[in-house]
DNA sequence: TTGTAGGCGTTATCAG
DNA sequence: CTGATAACGCCTACAA
């Protein structure tokens, strides 16, 4: 492997001209910059990265953290960021955690080695007080409400969103109704939880624990729902279902055992997937690729801490009245 | 950031003497090792690891190129390689190509650059000469059938499966069977087009061009599908789909279009996905998270190349006779 | 406009 | 067992 030390000896020059045409400095004269740009194609040379990332001490690396990629609203998510990532010449390390703490602590370990440069979460299991003791290493944003804290964060109010959505089917006339989720626990999950109690305390409706159904991720999944429904002596007649996806499951396990859709079932879906659109879901979009675009830049102007909520869109269409 | 050489300076050693206890080094007295041991734990030090990189000339960082994430089959690819990488202390550096060269060729250069160790295509667009130039930084393995050429792959032999599926669909009285494909270049796909046109001769079948439908990945591709079925004037009996996802798709579709599965149409997805054994699919299953898991083998142990196939699993359920 | 030399933080070799 | 010291390859004052 030949290095700039070679490159200045082949061109007669120093490794510092050698440096400069390679990083495009100014003040190089023309005849040696050509004698350093011969040299280096004739030698077939490399930069090694890694020597310019100790030296500089940057990476041009950019860790995601995520649960899993084959969950459509993580992957859109992961696009967004990814395609912001291109555009800056930045290169994504990916952290899949399965919600599992030691591997968002694997990422924050990679940040405070400096083998990446920031840190973006696109959910976490682990506490804001272990997040916190990393806080000096470099900028870590986050899709959650983060407001108050001293990090950067891009979110959707899914207090808001759940809310308007209750109450639309409410006036609908719907007096029982439930919803589906990924998981219990994380921020945007809570927000949600809260919506719905405040929700039904606003209109004296009673809490069902069983009107909520968790585990909720992909199409698949809609089976166990319509199961649990069918189970129910008094079944929700509106579910709010926080993926398309497994709205579309539901939708289809109801055609095969003949509940319709609204009028047994109303549905609404989240994230205007084109499932949605192909199957005619009511759904709420939410801009996943701007979201992951706008982390991306608040992860690389990491010093001004900002906290960005995006707008979700509601989407009516043949599963609701 | 304080560094070894402070540490060295704080507990009263060498340097040498610090890297021997953060690597876990025989022969360091007791004594020394403590006296580092609260260096380090005073001081809280951090390694750089970028100057053991270089120092090394290794990263534990692993380049995989996929064309996007959000598709099942390669979402599984990923997660298998994920599993694997995790159990061997390595990171993956995710390289979203869309099928674009351009993004290929960046995940070239970072193995040039020894940014990563080494690197996974789990499917490409740029021909064999183009890898061939980078042959020489490090291992490169590959998801399709590289037999002859001097790097590792793990594949599925998809000449065979598409021929055996044909064949099955032919002895159960099906005369015009189509087939629906993600796109038409790629190793794999022209294997599965080769088996195609293999099977057509030898029972002396029409070619029929319109029986080939490309650009099918997702669920909602199922819609395309129906509608570019029901335009035929003799349309398929039997459809080969190489995703699940969108073998679902079509099912759906074909129930709001009064179209009877298997009778008036035969399917066979691939990949026995979850939604597959919702809805009762007939499939091939591809064991994604083996194949992922000996792509990482491979490109660990890059000097010893080899080349695995791993076998189909034919899974017969209601949407075949 | 150019070159020298020191620094980035570790690892590894080689004497002792 | 331990410590100098030379790599690793590049960047960048600083001096010329």
Redesign the interface.
């Known amino acids: 492997m030949t290095n700039i030390k070679d490159l200045a000896q082949m061109a007669g020059v120093s490794v510092a001209t050698v440096s400069r045409v390679i990083n495009h400095h100014p003040y190089v004269s023309e005849e040696k910059r050509q004698a350093v740009l011969e040299a280096i194609e004739s030698s077939n040379y ?6 310019v ?2 030296s500089k ?1 940057k ?1 041009r ?1 950019l860790g995601v953290v995520l649960p ?3 969950h ?1 609203y993580f ?2 998510l ?2 967004g960021i ?1 395609n912001e990532a ?1 555009a800056h010449n930045y ?6 955690t399965s919600y599992m703490e030691s ?1 968002e602590i694997e990422a924050l370990q ?1 940040l ?4 990446i440069d920031a840190l973006i979460f696109c959910s976490r299991s682990c506490d804001w007080s272990t997040i916190e003791e990393y806080l000096s ?1 470099g900028p870590i944003v986050f899709c959650e409400n983060m407001t108050g804290k001293p990090v950067s964060s891009t979110y959707v109010n899914h207090y808001d969103v759940f809310f308007k959505a209750l109450n639309l089917l409410y006036h609908q006339g719907h007096m029982q109704i439930g919803y589906c989720i990924g998981r219990r626990q994380g921020t945007n999950s809570r927000g949600r939880a809260l919506a719905y109690t405040d929700f039904l305390n606003q209109y004296d409706l009673p809490y069902r624990l069983d009107y909520i159904i968790d585990e909720c991720l ?3 999944d ?2 166990k729902v319509v199961k649990q429904i069918k189970q129910m002596s008094s079944p929700p007649t509106a579910l709010l279902v926080t993926s398309d996806q497994v709205a ?2 539901i939708m ?2 109801c ?1 095969k055992e003949g509940i319709e859709i609204p009028d047994d079932l109303a549905l609404i879906g989240f994230d205007n997937q ?2 949605a ?3 005619d879901i009511t759904t709420i979009e939410i801009p996943h690729l701007e979201i992951g675009k706008n982390l991306f830049l608040q992860a690389l102007n990491g010093w001004e801490k900002a906290h960005q909520e995006v707008s979700a869109t509601f989407i009516e269409r043949s599963t609701t009245n």
Not at 46 to 51: G, K, L, T, V
């Open positions: 490399q930069q090694n990265i890694n020597a990332h100790l001490g990476t690396l899993f990629s084959d459509p992957a859109l992961l696009k990814a291109l290169k994504l390390v990916l952290f899949q591997r990679m405070r080695q400096k083998q290493f992909y199409f698949e809609g089976a579309a499951g289809t396990c055609q084109p499932i659109g192909m199957m």
